[in-house]
């Protein structure tokens, strides 16, 4: 009956969440690669995720123009098999889209990470959901003999194979689901507890916290699949009883990719709004920290540096680190070694206190003009050989 055609709803989900998620992935690449020049391993995941997701969506699409959302007694029987092929072709290309965004936001977050539980439980969730992951596309792939048979057999003329019982399939989706759902969640709520801690505006770190939850968002539609995978068992009707299946397995992948994607944008939206966040204690604006490049950290920082400053995040904890600065001030033949900052600070201190003492350092800096000028003055042409030299050191660590 044509009111039970569901296939345009497929096509428009698939549609829709291949322009918004490719949209994200892009505006990723260019924040990543042009405005932070920071592109890493996970960005490249990402892409691939999206590519996979691409090519899981045409399958999809190009299953509904063979019977995909159909009851299968109103298909040409010479569309069913091209419609089965197109819709087994979609589950590896779903799991593999999933595999690489979830493998990109494991990066992403062991990036931000100061501690060792934080970076076990990241390990942890990455290892069971891949291990998993693997498991599941190789069974499906695999689940008949010859893998043909899984679309031939409602054919005319059926080829002679086997394949595992429909409700092996159907208990290892409910698995899988439910680790996915243990991972977005684990993957939404951890960033709390990362950026807690640290010294930033209020409104900034509600913000932090609520872009990198928003994996949380892609779970929820895992949830909603989970009534429906019964259906996976149907196999009399099976391109029109698994159309919830194939709808939620889209907009759960499109939104995985998108929200991981939004996560990166922070600093591009700074460079079009010129949004920042104040210090505290440093008046109403931090002082930019003026960087040329991104460069390699340590475990224990997340930094998404470019040439103008921009970040992703600055989420450190150096609380196991001390920097002092000296200033060396060579006058002729005569060096003093000046202690000019007589100051440590904790790298647990926020970007913008770190910002505000290198400014208070190049504007001390400044002053060396202003120390030749009277010397010339009183000297007549004869100027002092004044340079002044700044280095900037790690003193300790703390065990």
């Given at each position: 009956m044509a009111g039970d055609t569901r296939g345009l709803q497929v096509a428009a989900i698939a549609y829709t969440f291949v322009v918004i998620s490719s949209i994200a992935t892009c505006l990723r690449v260019y924040c990543?690669?042009?405005?932070?020049?920071?592109?890493?391993?996970?960005?490249?995941?990402?892409?691939?995720?999206?590519?996979?997701?691409?090519?899981?969506?045409?399958?999809?699409?190009?299953?509904?123009?063979?019977?995909?959302?159909?009851?299968?007694s109103d298909i040409p029987t010479e569309n069913i098999p091209m419609a089965m092929q197109m819709w087994w072709t979609c589950e590896p290309t779903y799991v593999l889209a999933n595999m690489a965004i979830k493998a990109s936001i494991a990066l992403f977050l062991l990036r931000l990470c100061v501690t060792k539980l934080h970076r076990a439980i990241i390990w942890t969730v990455f290892a069971v959901t891949e291990v998993y992951g693997l498991f599941f596309f190789l069974l499906f792939i695999l689940q008949c003999r010859p893998t043909s048979h899984f679309w031939l057999r409602y054919g005319d003329n059926p080829p002679a194979g086997t394949c595992l019982d429909a409700t092996v399939i159907s208990d290892s989706f409910y698995a899988y689901s439910a680790i996915s759902c243990w991972t977005d969640w684990t993957y939404s709520i951890l960033p709390i507890f990362l950026v807690w801690?640290?010294?930033m505006n209020r409104r900034v770190k509600w913000s932090v916290v609520g872009i990198l939850a928003a994996g949380a968002i892609a779970?929820?539609?895992t949830i909603v699949r989970f009534p429906y995978l019964n259906s996976l068992t149907d196999?009399?009707?099976?391109?029109?009883?698994?159309?919830?299946?194939?709808?939620?397995?889209?907009?759960?992948?499109?939104?995985?990719?998108?929200?991981?994607?939004?996560?990166?944008?922070?600093?591009?939206?700074?460079?079009?709004?010129?949004?920042?966040?104040?210090?505290?204690?440093?008046?109403?604006?931090?002082?930019?920290?003026?960087?040329?490049?991104?460069?390699?950290?340590?475990?224990?920082?997340?930094?998404?540096?470019?040439?103008?400053?921009d970040e992703a995040f600055d989420l450190c904890d150096n609380t196991r680190k001390q920097i002092g600065v000296t200033t060396v001030i060579e006058n002729g033949q005569r060096n003093m070694d000046v202690d000019a900052e007589a100051q440590k600070y904790h790298s647990g201190d926020s970007q913008s206190e770190a910002s505000s003492n290198l400014g208070r350092l190049d504007d001390w800096n400044t002053s060396q003009s202003n120390l030749a000028e009277p010397a010339q003055a009183a000297r007549g042409t004869q100027g002092w050989n004044i340079t002044v030299k700044k280095s900037i050191i790690q003193t300790r660590e703390a065990v």
């Open positions: 990543r690669g042009w405005v932070s020049k920071a592109f890493g391993p996970d960005d490249y995941l990402a892409v691939i995720a999206q590519i996979m997701f691409i090519v899981y969506s045409s399958y999809s699409i190009t299953g509904v123009k063979y019977g995909t959302g159909r009851h299968i801690n640290l010294q779970s929820s539609a196999i009399d009707d099976f391109l029109f009883a698994t159309t919830d299946v194939a709808i939620w397995s889209t907009v759960e992948t499109g939104i995985g990719i998108t929200a991981a994607a939004v996560a990166t944008l922070r600093p591009l939206l700074r460079t079009f709004f010129g949004s920042g966040s104040s210090a505290p204690g440093h008046g109403t604006s931090a002082r930019q920290w003026h960087r040329t490049g991104s460069q390699p950290h340590k475990s224990h920082y997340m930094r998404s540096t470019g040439v103008h400053g």
